[in-house]
Structure formats: structure tokens, C-alpha cells
């Protein structure tokens, strides 16, 4: 890697509080496929398991009377797409983000999705550049979600729409929701999911759009949640 775009990373470095001896790797997790074939899906993969691990360690240390329940959804909470986008967004990722013509037009660096994956992706290059050192790379990572560390509760409802509605219609013996996609748009690098879902207990259609298939539903569900609460049903 160039001397000069080491330089521009630095400002990078010290935001997550690591200095790589490899600059190379966090080129590399800070490029997305759009580029071409060097990427930073590999490394992505990798950092999604070590991020796993490293929450619930520390979840499993915090709430020793908490059941495995209640752990697994605060982890969710902190490892999800949502949060790792906020974290990003902290360290001004969108900035650093290689990205190929298209995505850069239609807001790549912008992007929920693309932002969490680079974070997760950085995870991974840390743990290759300190010779896979866990307790290292823990020790970084730990210090990104001290202050939402501080504040997870494992008596708060860390469900999500989609589950929350699901166990709703279960406690009342109600059939399922049922998730239909009624349109997609864009492109494969810009694709906008809309999605509707249906319950027994009303006529209407609830309806939610995001960049993933997955968004879209959770969306719809707290449609569907909201309307419940309100009418009071």
C-alpha cells in the first residue's frame, strides 16, 4: 500500500484505536465488491464470528443469572446490522469506504448494510495483523460498545418487530403472520425490498420497504404492532 494513503487511514486508526502493522489489511476491509475481485467479504466473515464471540463472552460475564435466552438477545441487539451502521457512523467509515462507480453514485457510503460490514471486516483485519491475537483484538472491540455495554438490560425486550409479533399471535392462539414481497427495485447494488404482511385478526395489509428483504419485514411488523396497540386489540 501507497505511503500516502497510509497517511490518509491514520486519522481512521486512531478513531478505532488500533494501529495496524499491515496497512494493507484495512485497505483491503474498507474495499466493498463493487471495486473488483481484492474485497472485503472474507474478511467480513471472519470479523462476524469474532464480534459473536467477543459479545457474548462478555454477556455471559455480566449476567451470570441472565438464561441463555435473554443472552443471545442482547447480543443481537449489539451485533446487529442497525447498531454496527451507528458504530460506523462514530468512527466517520462512510469516508473511508472503496467503492466502485455505482455504488459511490446511489449513496454506498451511506449504506446500513455496507457501513456494518466494514466494521465487521476491520474485526477480521485486526485479528490477522496481530497474528491472530483474540485477547487483543477483544480488548479494542470491547472499548467500541463500552457505553452500549453500560446500558443493555436483559429485563428490556430486546426482540425484534418480527419475533415480537410472532409470539404475540402465539400467546392467543392466532395463526401466524404471513410476509409477502410485492416489489423489488434497483439494481443487485441498490435493491429496495417492499413487503407486506398480513394477520387473521385484521383485513388490512401492513406494509414496509428497505434495502433487504429482512428490513422490509421488520418494518411491516411494527406496523402491524403499532396498529395492534393502538386499536387495542
Not at 500516502?4 to 494493507?24: C, H, M, S, V, W
Not at 430486546?158 to 395463526?175: C, F, G
Amino acid at each position: 500500500m501507497a505511503k500516502d494513503n497510509a497517511f490518509i487511514l491514520q486519522p481512521l486508526e486512531l478513531q478505532i484505536g488500533y494501529a495496524f502493522n499491515n496497512t494493507r489489511l484495512l485497505e483491503l476491509a474498507l474495499t466493498h465488491r463493487s471495486v473488483g475481485t481484492d474485497h472485503n467479504e472474507r474478511l467480513e466473515y471472519l470479523g462476524d464470528s469474532i464480534l459473536g464471540m467477543i459479545i457474548a463472552k462478555r454477556l455471559y460475564d455480566m449476567f451470570p443469572h441472565s438464561p441463555e435466552g435473554d443472552l443471545t438477545r442482547m447480543r443481537s441487539t449489539l451485533v446487529r446490522e442497525p447498531t454496527l451502521a451507528e458504530l460506523a457512523r462514530e468512527f466517520k467509515l462512510g469516508t473511508y469506504l472503496k467503492l466502485g462507480p455505482g455504488e459511490r453514485k446511489t449513496g454506498g457510503s451511506r449504506r446500513d448494510s455496507l457501513l456494518a460490514d466494514a466494521v465487521e471486516s476491520i474485526i477480521g483485519a485486526m485479528f490477522i495483523d496481530t497474528n491472530e491475537d483474540f485477547h487483543r483484538v477483544k480488548n479494542v472491540v470491547l472499548k467500541w460498545f463500552e457505553t452500549r455495554l453500560k446500558t443493555i438490560n436483559p429485563d428490556v425486550n430486546q426482540k425484534d418487530p418480527k419475533s415480537t409479533l410472532q409470539e404475540l399471535l402465539q400467546s392467543r392462539k392466532i395463526a401466524l403472520p404471513k410476509y409477502e414481497v410485492e416489489q423489488i427495485t434497483g439494481n443487485d447494488n441498490d435493491q429496495t425490498f417492499y413487503v407486506s404482511v398480513q394477520i387473521d385478526i385484521v383485513k388490512e395489509k401492513f406494509k414496509g420497504k428497505g434495502s433487504s428483504r429482512r428490513k422490509a419485514e421488520q418494518l411491516a411488523a411494527q406496523e402491524a404492532l403499532n396498529f395492534i396497540k393502538k386499536q387495542g386489540l
